[in-house]
């Protein structure tokens, strides 16, 4: 490869610059921003959920539902251009109810894209499946049979994990983002309590916790700590259960009003009870976040959600002007503007260099 390219250069050929390809189809109009973008996000994908995302979005499935919410914008902003100049027509007035169908119309669509946004951000890095529990509850070798490697150091000693470890298992709809943190316990060791405030943050970014013990009560007292730190769902899970048969209790998301917590028999030894277990965690992601929508694209990137914000802000603010008829409708109808260009920014549909410079800077090489 190295001859290959020397080569080249000899022959006056030139290295491709970061995003060059991709930079010319947009500019060629072969692909939009946002399709653009999609280029990237595949190639920085680390899940399966993340490549279909991108893959849609490659495909322009973003880029079609912003070009339909646009035209919806202008096609209210025609409707208000019509009354404002030809306000005497054999037609009439058209009446504030059709100005206010359409802009109704058009924030129920942005508000759909940015409600998709939490489970972007799952595609993107995968759901967060804190393991939780007191010291030696079996928590790191969990997480090793789990993740399928020993990624944790495993030893008799309490209090071996000092910092959070993590690892992506790929699993059908949503990836698993498995956690491993300190045993939950009170310590006068400054390391190890450090280790634990770093457990307690993460519960609070968890979107499942698995409350890990030999033993039901400690199970019980790991998800009376956990409640009241996080409100994601919780799993109880009997870990070292290798002198006994796993049985395959199914799970749902934890009714605080229960007293007790059903728990899944699991053993790392001999991989019992794992394969059910990772199925209760999805299973509990699906029931909080729904199924990924085949017909509604996601939302991955922060300079879309930026983009779709502003749009939903100026159309919120167009809808409490006019419900208020507190603006004149030329005045009014700035904020329909003003929502129609954050979505062009979006898509690319007006002159972006700048955005351009910023997307394309963070490609690979000639992608």
Not at 148 to 171: C, K
Request: aromatic content about 4%; glycine content about 8%.
């Amino acid at each position: 490869a190295a001859a290959l390219l020397a080569a080249l250069a000899a022959a006056r050929a030139r290295p491709a610059l970061p995003a060059e390809f991709t930079r010319r189809a947009v500019l060629r109009g072969k692909l939009d921003l946002a399709q653009a973008e999609g280029v990237g996000a595949l190639v920085d994908a680390r899940t399966q959920a993340m490549r279909r995302a991108a893959l849609a979005q490659l495909d322009g499935g973003l880029s079609r539902r912003v070009a339909a919410l646009r035209e919806a914008l202008l096609h209210a902003e025609a409707l208000l251009a019509y009354d404002i100049d030809f306000p005497e027509e054999d037609d009439g007035p058209l009446g504030r109810d059709a100005v206010a169908l359409a802009v109704g119309n058009a924030l129920d669509g942005v508000e759909a894209l940015l409600a998709t946004a939490p489970a972007g951000a799952i595609a993107r890095d995968g759901a967060a499946v804190v393991i939780a529990g007191p010291p030696n509850a079996g928590k790191s070798s969990l997480f090793n049979a789990l993740a399928g490697e020993a990624r944790a150091i495993v030893t008799d000693v309490p209090g071996t994990t000092r910092d959070a470890l993590e690892a992506t298992v790929e699993r059908d709809p949503w990836p698993l983002r498995l956690v491993d943190t300190a045993g939950l316990r009170d310590t006068d060791d400054r390391v190890e309590r450090l280790g634990i405030e770093v457990a307690e943050r993460w519960l609070g970014r968890a979107h499942v916790v698995l409350a890990c013990g030999e033993e039901q009560e400690d199970v019980e007292r790991t998800a009376d700590f956990v409640r009241a730190r996080t409100d994601a769902p919780i799993l109880g899970v009997l870990t070292k259960q290798d002198e006994r048969r796993a049985s395959s209790v199914e799970h749902a998301p934890l009714d605080a009003r229960r007293s007790t917590l059903p728990s899944l028999r699991v053993s790392a030894e001999t991989g019992a009870g794992l394969a059910a277990l990772a199925q209760a965690a999805v299973d509990a992601v699906t029931a909080h976040w729904g199924a990924p929508d085949p017909d509604l694209p996601l939302v991955t990137h922060a300079r879309h959600l930026r983009a779709l914000g502003a749009a939903r802000d100026e159309l919120r603010a167009f809808a409490d002007a006019w419900d208020q008829d507190a603006l004149p409708a030329p005045v009014a109808a700035v904020h329909l503007r003003a929502a129609a260009g954050a979505l062009e920014e979006l898509i690319g549909g007006v002159d972006v260099e700048d955005v351009l410079g910023r997307v394309f800077a963070t490609f690979c090489v000639g992608k």
